[in-house]
């Protein structure tokens, strides 16, 4: 495994790679996702091996833009209006698949597909190089922190991956939002980078989930460091290292997400601020309560998911 800088002859061996069923690891404004051809049965079953991950949990198609979206996903008018309104963008839309573009190892046999038009310039341009969908699940072992920088990946994943792409940290920090239509229901799958009310707006309410694995992020379990995580805390109990919110309480030791209770700022910090306290060898940390509004809804969404019973 090798980290490029992301240059014009980077992208170009990048993109070889890919072409020929390699596996690159690339930033996104979300997180790094370990990217493989979605057409390549061969390219794809690499993906599940290196992160260990089920075979029945589907994988995201990245696109170019919104025409290679349509070419491999049926779109009504719903789609339309959110493709106009939120990409290039941390959005998620599941649709009917056509069956052209992505293999049934990437749906995990389903007829519908997750499709996204990231918004990281590098990203983008290393999907118009290569010319087909890209599957680009999070760079991480199944259910583990999200890689937001190269040196995550290289840390969790090292020769599993042939090159990883830094582009530095990754400026939204939680994965994409996840809305599912291939209903008459539009329904969230998974809260994310783009809010929910602002999608809500939009289209009108959402309906939950209602259990079956169409996405990415669904798990009960997942996003999961090694310490045990205690949520809503307002100050940490002995022996507890503390992930605060606007604010440390006196006299704790911890990490802030952001001192001026800012949820964009908290997002960012989210993986990078549980990966250091890992580090520092927490085997418990005390999380700060966090609002359930905007990007605070998919931060809860994260923590709930890691604090879950692991198997």
């Known amino acids: 495994m090798r980290i490029l800088r992301p ?5 170009a061996r990048a993109a070889a790679c890919l072409r020929d069923g390699g596996l690159v690891a690339l930033p996104t404004e979300t997180v790094y996702g370990l990217g493989a051809r979605a057409d390549d049965p061969r390219a794809v079953a ?3 091996a290196a992160k260990g991950r089920p075979r029945f949990n589907p994988l995201i198609a990245h696109v170019p833009d919104t025409a290679a979206a349509r070419r491999i996903a049926t779109f009504d008018a719903r789609a339309e209006l959110l493709a106009r309104a939120f990409w290039p963008g941390p959005l998620t839309l599941v649709l009917p698949a056509r069956g052209a573009g992505t293999c049934a190892a990437a749906r995990a046999g389903l007829d519908s597909v997750g499709v996204r038009v990231p918004a990281h310039r590098i990203a983008r341009a290393l999907l118009a190089r290569v010319g087909v969908p890209i599957a680009a699940p999070s760079a ?23 090159l990883v792409l830094d582009g ?16 008459p229901r539009a329904r969230l799958l998974r809260p994310g980078g783009v809010p929910v009310e602002a999608i809500a707006a939009a289209i009108g309410d959402l309906a939950a989930a209602d259990g079956t694995i169409k996405a990415p992020g669904m ?10 995580l205690r949520l809503d805390a307002r100050r940490p109990e002995p ?34 601020h549980l990966r250091a306290l890992d580090r520092a060898g927490a085997a418990r940390i005390a999380v700060a309560p966090i609002p359930s509004r905007g990007l605070g809804l998919a931060i809860r969404d994260r923590l709930a998911r890691a604090a879950a019973p692991r198997d």
């Open 46 to 48: 690499r993906i599940y």
């Open 7 to 11: 240059t014009r002859s980077a992208l």
């Open 168 to 183: 530095g940290p990754c400026p939204v920090g939680v994965e994409s939002t996840i809305v599912d239509l291939t209903g």
């Open 219 to 228: 798990l009960a379990s997942h996003y999961a460091p090694r310490a045990r």
């Open 239 to 272: 022996g507890e290292a503390y992930l605060g919110f606007g604010g440390l309480p006196a006299d704790s030791a911890g990490l802030d997400l952001s001192p001026g209770g800012d949820l964009a700022e908290a997002a960012r910090n989210l993986f990078g």
């Open 140 to 162: 991480n072992p199944s259910g583990k922190l999200s890689p937001t920088r190269a040196l995550d990946v290289a840390r969790a994943l090292g020769p599993r991956v042939d």
